[in-house]
């Protein structure tokens, strides 16, 4: 088992910036590709950014490239969602996930969900 837990939301006002963390306990989290999804409501939950179990593959959803950056550090156990240029379309719960090793962007490949952190945007 991979516990996450998710923090860094909150209330930032467009063009503001936000980080996200997500710790991870339980397994070696080294061995795991992380990913970060969003979901606002009443829509379904959306991948945002990926980064494989080395941090050399990494992947983001167009609606965020040159804003948003995934990072780790594994040896604090945590994967970090920088993100900037926000806008009130950003807005959404944010989730943290961990599937084994390699990245996709696909929610129903991740094993491990965290209970996620909320992220509003005024305008």
């Known amino acids: 088992q991979v516990q996450l837990d998710e923090s860094g939301g909150g209330l930032v006002q467009a063009g503001g910036s936000l980080r996200l963390s997500c710790a991870a306990s339980g397994r070696t989290f080294s061995n795991y590709a992380m990913g970060w999804f969003r979901q606002a409501p009443g829509k379904e939950r959306d991948f945002v950014a990926a980064?494989?179990?080395?941090?050399?593959?990494?992947a983001y959803a167009d609606s965020v490239k040159g804003r948003f950056t995934i990072s780790r550090d594994n040896a604090k156990n945590t994967v970090y969602l920088q993100m900037n240029s926000l806008k009130p379309e950003d807005t959404a719960v944010y989730h943290c996930?961990?599937?084994?090793?390699?990245?996709?962007?696909?929610?129903?490949?991740?094993?491990?969900w965290g209970q996620g952190t909320q992220v509003t945007v005024s305008s």
């Open positions: 980064i494989s179990w080395t941090g050399y593959n990494i």
């Open positions: 996930a961990a599937r084994w090793r390699y990245i996709t962007g696909i929610k129903e490949d991740y094993d491990y």
